[in-house]
């Protein structure tokens, strides 16, 4: 069974420093997709940045990297110089391959507070 | 511009009232989903559909029913066996892919939500 975990239920961090939200996965799969979206108060969500199983470059967005690490099934979001319209939720999800190709499997969530 | 739709933004429901929330994307994915947040919480899957005429129960679905006419449509309803039905719902598409992974484009593409409150 996939599954997500994120292990932070609230994290704080000065602004203008950089903070890092983790994720671990677990899957039988080669082939799967790893995504991170934020979601502020407002209840939208966005997505951030994408890492495939198969990129063997870590992905990065502007301020957001994603440091990937396969073999410990780890993928962490990295959020450089935090900026107070950082604080929300973040969410890590994995999509994998075959008949639940189509399915994605979330973790429940980070709550990141930027402090001025 | 491409993008979901989910009407209202806000509902109030008395008990034992059914209500349909709506879902539209003008995306042309094949799949949708529902889902449904309580404060604090993760999203829960309630249904997701692949394909038209066609849709699967998520982990949460007693409650809950779905139609799919439309590829574009994925309207859901809260009937009144939902015991505990408010929380804030969000509706996703993505495209269909038996091939994964190809890239950022296989992202869910997420509606504002709806914030249903049962009176």
């Known amino acids: 069974a996939q599954k997500i975990t994120q292990t932070q239920p609230g994290m704080f961090v000065q602004e203008k420093e950089a903070v890092t939200l983790d994720c671990t996965y677990d899957t039988s799969d080669q082939s799967y997709g790893l995504f991170w979206y934020k979601q502020p108060s407002s209840g939208e969500m966005i997505f951030l940045i994408y890492?495939?199983?198969?990129?063997?470059q870590n992905a990065t967005e502007g301020r957001y990297s994603l440091n990937f690490q396969k073999a410990r099934k780890s993928a962490n979001l990295v959020i450089s110089a935090s900026q107070l319209g950082d604080s929300a939720m973040y969410f890590c999800?994995?999509?994998?391959?075959?008949?639940?190709?189509?399915?994605?499997?979330f973790g429940t969530g980070t709550s990141l507070t930027v402090i001025p | 511009d491409g993008g979901i739709t989910q009407s209202p933004k806000y509902l109030f429901r008395k008990e034992g009232q059914n209500v349909t929330l709506s879902c539209e994307q003008n995306l042309n994915h094949d799949a949708m989903y529902w889902y449904r947040q309580d404060p604090g919480q993760g999203l829960r899957l309630i249904y997701y559909?692949?394909?038209?005429?066609?849709?699967q129960k998520g982990d949460i679905a007693e409650g809950y029913s779905v139609s799919r006419e439309k590829k574009e449509s994925f309207p859901l309803t809260v009937t009144s066996a939902q015991k505990n039905p408010t929380a804030f719902y969000l509706c996703?598409?993505?495209?269909?892919?038996?091939?994964?992974?190809?890239?950022?484009?296989?992202?869910?593409?997420f509606g504002p939500g709806t914030r249903l409150t049962v009176l």
């Open positions: 996703a598409s993505s495209i269909s892919s038996i091939r994964l992974p190809t890239g950022p484009t296989d992202t869910q593409y």
């Open positions: 999800a994995m999509r994998g391959p075959g008949m639940t190709g189509n399915q994605f499997y």
């Open positions: 890492q495939g199983s198969y990129d063997e």
């Open positions: 559909s692949q394909i038209v005429n066609d849709f």
